[in-house]
Nanobody, 126 residues
Framework: QVQLVESGGGLTQSGGSLPLACRAS????????IGWFRQGPGKELEGVSC????????NFKDSVEGRFTLSRDSAKNVVYLQMNSLKSEDSAVYSC???????????????????WGQGTQVTVSP
């Protein structure tokens, strides 16, 4: 059974840090892309970052570039998103997703992803 499960998140103050993890089961991440998406109150779902396993290519939304970092543990099928210098506008439900047929680079568009996790809440107080 294909599953993606997020962990981490929580509450922090502006300027703080939070780690997120996405654990995949039921398939190998070796030839897929993992994307992170978020949706805040009254906002549309937006792509945050992604990583393509074949060549470790990453992509970041402009507003998180330099603040968020991606890493992976291939043996454990886990992708980590480290969020630093958090701002109140980063508050959202964060979800990870799997694209089983990535292109040259991973996509920040939701339509590319076939499997989704349940999401985890990130709240950043002003």
């Amino acid at each position: 059974q294909v599953q993606l499960v997020e962990s981490g998140g929580g509450l922090t103050q502006s300027g703080g840090s939070l780690p997120l993890a996405c654990r995949a089961s039921g398939f190998s991440l070796g030839y897929v892309a993992i994307g992170w998406f978020r949706q805040g109150p009254g906002k549309e779902l937006e792509g945050v970052s992604c990583i393509k396993y074949a060549d470790a290519t990453t992509n970041f939304k402009d507003s998180v570039e330099g603040r968020f970092t991606l890493s992976r543990d291939s043996a454990k099928n886990v992708v980590y998103l480290q969020m630093n210098s958090l701002k109140s506008e980063d508050s959202a439900v964060y979800s990870c997703a799997a694209d089983l047929d990535p292109g040259t680079t991973c996509s920040l568009g939701r339509r590319a992803y076939e499997y989704w996790g349940q999401g985890t809440q990130v709240t950043v107080s002003p």
